[in-house]
């Protein structure tokens, strides 16, 4: 008899039998439950219901394979919810920046954003076990931690757990209270200080635990090198302009104090506080060095157009008014997408500067990090959901934190 010759096997037909094996397997699987389903129904019905209903009834419908599969979808995606929701982990990410000083190799930051009031276990243990073995010099906290609920326990908890081993910095999100008062607090015992007049019960709550209000530009000193950490109200903001015109502001509300005018007496504080601010910011700007390390904070990144008109060259009259552009930009805000579809990503997150308003986005707007010309912006995957959208809770997208290392050293990928 001849000998048959076999068609030789492409390299693609082991993968694609492996895959129709797995198919398979699963539709195995899905029937041997509406197998056991059935008999269950079986055995708890009634016999002489049985004989004139053939098909299983759930709360007095029908219910057929087609409709056991999608509750069987539905509680796979049940599950996932609160499996996504109830773990939390901890992001290691390296962030090479450009002419990084060697004081500040191997820096490590610990990035926290949108708690939105959750805990994470008593005494948000859960979260704690997670950074028991971690080591970080200093703590960045990127706002919407007390969310819109207005409890502070969970953020304050939070504070009192991580201690005062390690410096702790943040700001405010969008979703959390106002940090500014409306209406100062009545200060005729002139017992208070401005902050103390001006400031938010919860920040003022965060500040007794150790935490420090990121309202202006702050200097960290690590050997002969120097990192500032600046809010991004100061992105692209002439501080001299905008100083002049609350020194105006404040002049005409000293006179109308003086006159017996009620509004001023109210509003007197605050412009106090915005002039000092920007006092406090003009003094410094003067003092950073082409070489320091620029760390901008900001609860929603900013656009790259205005990351790109930060790194314009600025004349010698504009760097006594202007920040140079960042160099690294921590955000947060996105929630790392909320609800992430398989093949498809992220659904949705709550956006006016995005395209299409936040549907579908890019992914690496949502959660990591990009580079806009000269500027790395980490975008944090947070540890709730984004108050103003109306999803609930996170698919596919566990809560994180972030524990990001500095280095000027390229990775070996990079040098390839």
């Not at 195995?28 to 708890?44: D, M, P």
Request: hydrophobic letters at 35%; one cysteine or more; charged letters at 20%.
């Amino acid at each position: 008899m001849p000998e048959t010759r076999k068609k030789p096997l492409s390299a693609k037909q082991p993968a694609k039998k492996r895959k129709k094996k797995k198919t398979h397997q699963v539709k195995r699987f899905f029937r041997r439950v509406w197998s056991l389903f059935n008999w269950y129904y079986a055995k708890t019905t009634d016999p002489e219901e049985r004989e004139v209903r053939i098909k299983p009834r759930l709360m007095g419908r029908t219910v057929t394979y087609a409709g056991f599969m999608i509750m069987m979808a539905a509680l796979i995606v049940l599950i996932t919810l609160i499996l996504n929701n109830s773990a939390v982990g901890v992001d290691h990410e390296q962030i090479v920046v450009t002419g990084l000083s060697g004081d500040f190799e191997g820096y490590k930051i610990l990035v926290i954003s949108d708690l939105n009031g959750r805990s994470f276990g008593q005494e948000q243990s859960t979260l704690m076990r997670r950074l028991t073995n971690e080591s970080y010099s200093c703590v960045l906290i990127l706002g919407d931690m007390v969310g819109p609920s207005g409890s502070t326990d969970a953020f304050y908890t939070l504070l009192e757990q991580l201690g005062t081993r390690k410096p702790v910095y943040f700001i405010a999100g969008d979703s959390d209270p106002s940090p500014i008062l409306e209406t100062p607090r009545d200060n005729s015992g002139q017992d208070m200080t401005l902050s103390q007049m001006v400031l938010a019960d919860w920040v003022l709550g965060a500040m007794e635990r150790g935490a420090t209000y990121l309202d202006t530009p702050l200097s960290l000193k690590k050997g002969t090198s120097t990192m500032w950490l600046i809010p991004d109200m100061f992105l692209n903001l002439n501080v001299t302009t905008a100083l002049d015109a609350y020194k105006d502001e404040l002049e005409q509300q000293n006179e109308s104090f003086l006159e017996g005018v009620s509004v001023s007496r109210e509003t007197l504080p605050l412009t106090t506080y915005r002039r000092n601010q920007l006092f406090k910011t003009q003094s410094v700007i003067s003092s950073v060095a082409s070489d320091d390390l620029l760390i901008m904070l900001s609860h929603e990144a900013p656009s790259d157009s205005q990351l790109l008109i930060a790194q314009e060259a600025l004349s010698a009259q504009e760097k006594k008014s202007y920040f140079m552009a960042p160099d690294v930009v921590f955000s947060g805000h996105y929630c790392g997408g909320e609800w992430k579809l398989p093949l498809i990503g992220t659904l949705y997150v709550q956006s006016n500067i995005l395209p299409r308003y936040g549907w579908f986005p890019d992914e690496k707007y949502v959660q990591g990090q990009r580079s806009v010309g000269g500027t790395i912006v980490y975008t944090a995957q947070g540890l709730g959901n984004n108050a103003a959208t109306v999803l609930s809770g996170r698919l596919n997208n566990p809560p994180r934190v972030t524990l990001v290392t500095l280095t000027g050293e390229l990775p070996p990928s990079m040098l390839d």
